[in-house]
């Protein structure tokens, strides 16, 4: 499965930055800010704040990552430490957005440029193309229908691929109401589907 | 995806309870044989389930786009200024 790739990934970059690869640290530090990119926008729905999550996540993993002492551990840690950054940002205002924004339409610049710059995948064409973004912003705006406690849930175990221990390490709730909410944010998560 | 029907049956309830640890194959032997059954009896169930599959299906496949090409541009000058601060900073603490 996906996850357990990622979890073993994340553990040997750490264990390499251990030893002193530059280059390890480098891939997990890019590991890092896309993590928090993404949280941003499918959980908090705020592009405005990814890159002050982006940076905290740069240099608290820059901090952390030589001195774990397990570094299978790191995984929930950096999801742990991008969920705080998101609540921080999150306490500096009342409201969550009206409108949340589609990943392929985030990737604007403090200006205003480069909206909606994704390259062309070669290997797909228009069509295939235009039928994926659909369907991508479907799912961004059905996940920001339902309630933040399930779609934090469903963030973390099918689209970034945590374990349930770790999404329980993350959410400092039990592994039994992870799966709980798990259910509950699918079946929520289907009826938006469904809906739009 | 359609909607199935609603629930008609107090076994379905039940049954509903369990879908995701069924899809995530966390069930006992005998819990998941009792699934089965009335999955092949109930469509409405197993809509459900088909239902349920497909938006997991969905999270897996769309939720994880690459970073746009100007958000990893930052992303990368970040970690350059970083890596090329941090030698100087460990440099001068000594």
């Given amino acids: ?196 | 995806m359609t909607r199935p029907p609603a629930v008609h049956d107090h076994r379905c309830a039940e049954f509903l309870q369990s879908l995701s640890r069924y899809l995530d194959g966390e069930l006992a032997a005998a819990d998941r044989r009792a699934i089965e059954r009335h999955l092949r009896e109930c469509p409405c169930c197993e809509d459900v389930l088909d239902s349920l599959k497909q938006t997991v299906a969905i999270c897996h496949e769309e939720g994880r786009p690459e970073l746009p090409p100007a958000v990893r541009r930052r992303a990368r000058a970040r970690v350059s200024a970083l890596l090329r601060q941090a030698p100087r900073q460990r440099a001068r603490a000594r």
Avoid at chain 1, 85 to 103: D, Q, S, T, Y
Avoid at chain 1, 117 to 126: E, L, N, S
Wanted: net charge neutral; charged share 35%; proline share 4%.
């Fill in chain 1, 1 to 196: 499965m996906q996850a357990d790739r990622d979890g073993a990934t994340y553990a040997a970059l750490v264990r390499a930055v251990q030893a002193g690869d530059e280059r390890a640290m480098e891939a997990l530090l890019m590991r890092a800010q896309e993590v928090a990119y993404r949280f941003s926008l499918l959980v908090c729905g705020r592009p405005d704040d990814a890159d002050d999550a982006m940076q905290e996540a740069l240099l608290k993993t820059y901090r952390y990552a030589a001195r774990i002492r397990e570094p299978e551990a790191f995984r929930a840690w950096l999801y742990r430490t991008v969920r705080n950054a998101c609540l921080i940002g999150r306490r500096k205002r009342v409201n969550e957005p009206e409108h949340f924004v589609a990943l392929d339409d985030a990737g604007g610049d403090r200006d205003g440029h480069e909206r909606r710059v994704d390259a062309i995948d070669p290997a797909h064409g228009p069509e295939e193309q235009a039928l994926t973004s659909s369907l991508r912003s479907r799912l961004t705006r059905s996940l920001a229908a339902i309630p933040r406690p399930y779609r934090v849930v469903v963030v973390l175990r099918e689209i970034e691929g945590l374990s349930t221990r770790e999404v329980a390490e993350v959410l400092g709730i039990s592994e039994a109401n992870v799966k709980t909410r798990l259910h509950r944010a699918r079946l929520l998560l289907r009826e938006e589907l469904e809906a739009l």
